[in-house]
T-cell receptor
Framework: ETGVTQSPTHLIKTRGQQVTLRCSSQ?????VSWYQQALGQGPQFIFQ???????GRGNFPPRFSGLQFPNYSSELNVNALELDDSALYLC?????????????????FGPGTRLTVL | QKEVEQDPGPLSVPEGAIVSLNCTYS??????FMWYRQYSRKGPELLMY????GNKEDGRFTAQVDKSSKYISLFIRDSQPSDSATYLC??????????FGTGTRLLVSP
């Protein structure tokens, strides 16, 4: 067990709706990263938060947004859902020594939230 | 061309076999290399973490990195049915964005 939890486990939404996914990091971890994993693919980096500020973003549109809170929890929000947003959403927590990362910044993943968009 | 290439498999082996899993990559700036194991409908679990070139061993698992060839490998000795999972290679430059391969599905039959 990594100590990283996510909720809900599964979610079904319709196209155009909005969704909020939640993650609770390991205690003491100051960095959370979110990934999207489509079926049969490896995880794709969405964005990362370090000490409650966005610290890097992958090739995802602005309708994907996030928040990180002081209590080691975080959220991923997706607006105007599209069919292609159907995927497993993973959060990963780590302890960083700065915004540039480095040795020892091992990322520990939660079990994921499976989102289905109809 | 993807930054990280990995054969999706499936790779089927009998119990006790030595398994070799591989990834190639194109970005010479990658310095940190990881292997994650992912069971069906679960999150990835970190198996091995290697910095730069060289070998690292942990029990039945050995990770190898050859930066000159941009090639990394994971060897599993004495494979067990419980090793059946998808194995993901991942790497980064130090900045924390991880770049993953597509994953190789491994099936170990009793």
């Amino acid at each position: 067990e990594t100590g990283v939890t996510q909720s809900p486990t599964h979610l079904i939404k319709t196209r155009g709706q909005q969704v909020t996914l939640r993650c609770s990091s390991q205690s003491g971890h100051n960095t959370v990263s979110w990934y999207q994993q489509a079926l049969g693919q490896g995880p794709q980096f969405i964005f990362q938060y370090y000490r409650e500020e966005e610290n890097g973003r992958g090739n995802f549109p602005p309708r994907f947004s996030g928040l990180q809170f002081p209590n080691y929890s975080s959220e991923l929000n997706v607006n105007a859902l599209e069919l292609d947003d159907s995927a497993l959403y993973l959060c990963a927590s780590s302890l960083s020594w700065g915004t540039s990362g480095g040795a020892g910044d091992t990322q520990y993943f939660g079990p994921g939230t499976r989102l289905t968009v109809l | 061309q993807k930054e990280v290439e990995q054969d999706p498999g499936p790779l089927s082996v009998p119990e006790g076999a030595i398994v070799s899993l591989n990834c190639t990559y194109s970005n010479s700036a990658f310095q940190y290399f990881m292997w994650y194991r992912q069971y069906s409908r679960k999150g990835p679990e970190l198996l091995m973490y290697t910095y730069s070139s060289g070998n690292k061993e942990d029990g039945r698992f050995t990770a190898q990195v050859d930066k000159s060839s941009k090639y990394i490998s994971l060897f599993i000795r004495d494979s067990q049915p419980s090793d059946s999972a998808t194995y993901l290679c991942a790497m980064n430059t130090g900045f924390q964005k991880l770049v993953f391969g597509t994953g190789t599905r491994l099936l170990v039959s009793p």
